[in-house]
């Protein structure tokens, strides 16, 4: 006789889908469990079932959205050639698409706070970073393939943030300025390491 499949996975996107509505409205700090049960549809006892206390429940919404973000990193990476990737990674970067995802948005921000005050929170969400890090550096080396690897790094350190600045001053309201002004500089960046390769390949 088959076993019923185990409700486990929707459960806990039950829960931390919940959890999110919740931060995005009160908070991490308001967020509390009973809150979040409501919010879920679920007993208060089945959130504690899954996730034990909110410390731990708090660890892997910040897991999950982590994750999300990577996937959408990837995701924008398309194009016939390594210079057609890269410009719509960049073009990704800088886009009303990315501002909106659940890192980059108020609950991004709540997760940051809480990165500054928690190794564990802070481990993981360097760890975020570190991988779009990683992925913007490699999309760069295959369009500039003859750019030493800490050149490609370093560039996709400052187009990191770049758009993460660009996204922060979006998020307060500022809208004085101009819509494309990072995207233009991150393009900026990559035009000074192209000239860079020139010189290196003539050298």
């Given at each position: 006789?088959?076993?019923?499949p185990s409700?486990?996975?929707?459960?806990?996107?039950?829960?931390?889908?919940?959890?999110?509505?919740?931060?995005?409205?009160?908070?991490?700090?308001?967020?509390?469990?009973?809150?979040?049960?409501?919010?879920?549809?679920?007993?208060?006892?089945?959130?504690?079932?899954?996730?034990?206390n909110?410390?731990?429940?708090?660890?892997?919404?910040?897991?999950?959205?982590?994750?999300?973000?990577?996937?959408?990193?990837?995701?924008?990476?398309?194009?016939?050639?390594?210079?057609?990737?890269?410009?719509?990674?960049?073009?990704?970067?800088?886009?009303?698409?990315?501002?909106?995802?659940?890192?980059?948005?108020?609950?991004?921000?709540?997760?940051?706070?809480?990165?500054?005050?928690?190794?564990d929170?802070?481990?993981?969400?360097?760890?975020?970073?570190?991988?779009?890090?990683?992925?913007?550096?490699?999309?760069?080396?295959?369009?500039?393939?003859?750019?030493?690897?800490?050149r490609?790094?370093?560039?996709?350190?400052?187009?990191?943030?770049?758009?993460?600045?660009?996204?922060f001053?979006?998020?307060?309201?500022?809208?004085?300025?101009?819509?494309?002004?990072?995207?233009?500089?991150?393009?900026?960046?990559?035009?000074?390491?192209?000239?860079?390769?020139d010189?290196?390949?003539?050298?």
């Amino acid at each position: 006789m088959v076993g019923r499949p185990s409700k486990a996975p929707e459960r806990r996107d039950q829960i931390l889908d919940a959890m999110e509505v919740c931060v995005r409205a009160h908070g991490i700090g308001q967020a509390s469990m009973r809150r979040i049960a409501d919010q879920s549809g679920l007993s208060l006892q089945m959130v504690s079932h899954y996730f034990g206390n909110k410390e731990k429940l708090v660890l892997a919404f910040v897991m999950r959205v982590g994750e999300k973000l990577a996937v959408e990193v990837d995701s924008a990476i398309s194009g016939a050639t390594p210079q057609a990737e890269l410009t719509s990674l960049v073009q990704f970067l800088c886009s009303d698409r990315y501002k909106r995802i659940p890192g980059n948005d108020v609950i991004g921000r709540e997760i940051w706070g809480l990165a500054e005050r928690d190794t564990d929170i802070r481990s993981i969400v360097w760890g975020w970073y570190d991988r779009s890090i990683s992925s913007i550096s490699e999309t760069i080396s295959k369009a500039y393939p003859n750019a030493s690897p800490t050149r490609c790094r370093e560039t996709a350190y400052a187009i990191l943030c770049l758009t993460e600045a660009n996204e922060f001053f979006s998020g307060i309201g500022d809208t004085s300025l101009p819509s494309k002004a990072a995207e233009a500089a991150a393009f900026g960046l990559l035009g000074l390491l192209a000239m860079t390769e020139d010189t290196t390949t003539a050298s």
